[in-house]
């Protein structure tokens, strides 16, 4: 599998984690995925630092499916930071969240979230959601050129 085709999934949640990799691997979405379990890994992962600084940082993901409320650093704070870097700064963020709460939805969108879904609670609209997700931003979504 292609490095440019991996999605990074920003979860902590291990329950949800394992519902959206089943949803994938349902919807038979083939990419690699890396997951982060919280923001700081996130962006390790992102910027080739941490446990990640061997990593070629010039490989991003294809998406990034983003939580909100994550340890360490919050979600906001992650796409805050994905969107202040030239490298990085149109990649695709889905906010894959349980957060209902407009000040959440707004924030998103105002820090450059390419979109905002709430997680679904029954399995079966959850994995609809995902692989709606898989096919809108891994097959039919023309990302930028990458430098």
């Known amino acids: 599998m292609s490095p440019l085709h991996v999605i990074l999934l920003v979860e902590d949640n291990s329950t ?57 650093v919050g979600g906001l704070d992650v796409l805050r930071a994905i969107r202040a870097n030239a490298r990085t700064k149109h990649l695709p963020v889905v906010i894959l969240t349980s957060s209902k709460e407009d000040r959440d939805l707004l924030g998103g969108y105002e820090l450059g979230a390419n979109s905002y879904i709430v997680k679904p609670v029954d399995f079966v609209q959850f994995a609809e959601a995902v692989k709606q997700l898989g096919m809108y931003w891994l097959v039919l979504n023309q990302p930028p050129p990458r430098a």
């Open 16 to 72: 949800d984690e394992e519902l959206t990799l089943r949803a994938l691997k349902k919807s038979n979405v083939g990419n690699d995925v890396v997951v982060a379990r919280d923001g700081a890994a996130a962006l390790d992962y992102l910027f080739a630092t941490g446990a990640y600084a061997g990593r070629d940082a010039q490989l991003l993901p294809q998406v990034v499916l983003l939580d909100l409320n994550l340890p360490k």
